[in-house]
């Protein structure tokens, strides 16, 4: 008769044994928490992550938003275009390079931030850590992040 430990004789395939499945699961947690902040301002996850890159810095380029995102632009633009038909951005071919989209808030896009002012502090509330805590934490899974990207790019 097999038992778990003859299965997996080192323990390396146990599921809370893998990041990948912590990160992931997470993430949708994560979601979960913000969906319904965000659906009071009408809004999904990637198009409030979207306005997060846009109230740091207005008038970028499609491709400049991809890559501060990590999305191509088959996913980006059909939520731009949601996100212009509903009023929070405009969408403009760059002036200086036609191939470029220029992508801007609106006042209505731009009026969004003081509506989300409340989330970053019902993060932490519902997350049970302190400001510094989150602070470490972000930083270290950045870090992650741009060591297995640059590990993809080799």
Known sequence: ????????PSNALLLDKQLCFALYSSSLAM??????????MGLTYPQYLVLLVLWETDHQSVSSLGDRLFLDSGTLTPLLKRMETSG?????????????VIVSLTESGQALRNAAQHIPTHLMEA????????????????????????????
């Not at 008769?1 to 997996?8: D, E, I, V």
């Not at 979601?31 to 009071?40: A, F, Q, R, S």
Request: net charge positive; proline share 3%; glycine share 2%.
């Open 88 to 100: 929070w951005l405009a969408r403009q071919r760059s002036k200086d390079d036609e191939r470029s």
């Open 31 to 40: 979601t979960k928490l913000y969906k319904p902040l965000l659906e009071t």
């Open 1 to 8: 008769m097999l038992n778990n430990k003859s299965l997996c």
């Open 127 to 154: 997350s049970g850590c302190t400001q510094p805590e989150l602070n470490e934490l972000t930083l270290q899974l950045q870090k992650l992040r741009n060591r297995i990207t640059y590990c993809i790019k080799q």
